[in-house]
């Protein structure tokens, strides 16, 4: 991977303050702030707080996107080999404070329709994982346990062990590529 652009370590710094003091301290100025840049600089890139967290997002979905395309792409399955670089990718690029995760969380506060690039994003998924060769309810199935798993982690509800997390992992993983 190519160096960071100044782009996206704003959008990082943004992530950040979401993740570590909540979405109503994310305000411009704080992001210029965490990013080390000018307010001007950041308005150079994000003109607005919108802006912003529609960055955030669309950089999260572009991010998961390539990252499940090329662990399929690698893939020697003939069936289940989009829904197990889901799961793979999932549990392996666990949500961590400073993710870009955060900008889902911001862009459900800030205005709903920044969520727009995740579920254009699930749209296409859900068609992957109907026609990746396995029954579509149980790929189906296998992707919401896959997402619960994630969700439960983004909103720290309840920490399973290293040890019930890797058998959880392990038996989606088998039933996605039976």
Avoid: C
Avoid at 37 to 59: I, N, R
Avoid at 61 to 72: D, F, G, L, T
């Amino acid at each position: 991977m190519g160096r960071v652009t100044r782009k996206v370590e704003i959008l990082h710094a943004a992530s950040k303050i979401v993740s570590e003091r909540g979405i109503f301290n994310l305000t411009l100025e704080a992001t210029a702030a965490e990013a080390g840049v000018s307010k001007g600089g950041l308005l150079y890139h994000f003109p607005s707080k919108e802006a912003l967290v529609q960055g955030m997002v669309e950089h999260l979905a572009e991010n998961y996107r390539e990252k499940i395309a090329a662990a399929a792409h690698e893939s020697n399955l003939e069936k289940g080999r989009w829904l197990t670089s889901y799961v793979d990718v999932t549990f392996n690029n666990p949500y961590k404070k400073t993710d870009m995760n955060s900008g889902l969380l911001a862009a459900k506060a800030v205005n709903e329709e920044l969520l727009n690039p995740i579920r254009d994003l699930y749209m296409e998924w859900q068609s992957e994982i109907e026609n990746d060769g396995i029954d579509p309810v149980k790929a189906t199935i296998i992707r919401l346990a896959t997402d619960g798993i994630w969700l439960n982690e983004l909103f720290d509800l309840n920490q399973l062990t290293d040890e019930k997390k890797t058998a959880i992992y392990k038996k989606l993983i088998s039933w996605a590529s039976e």
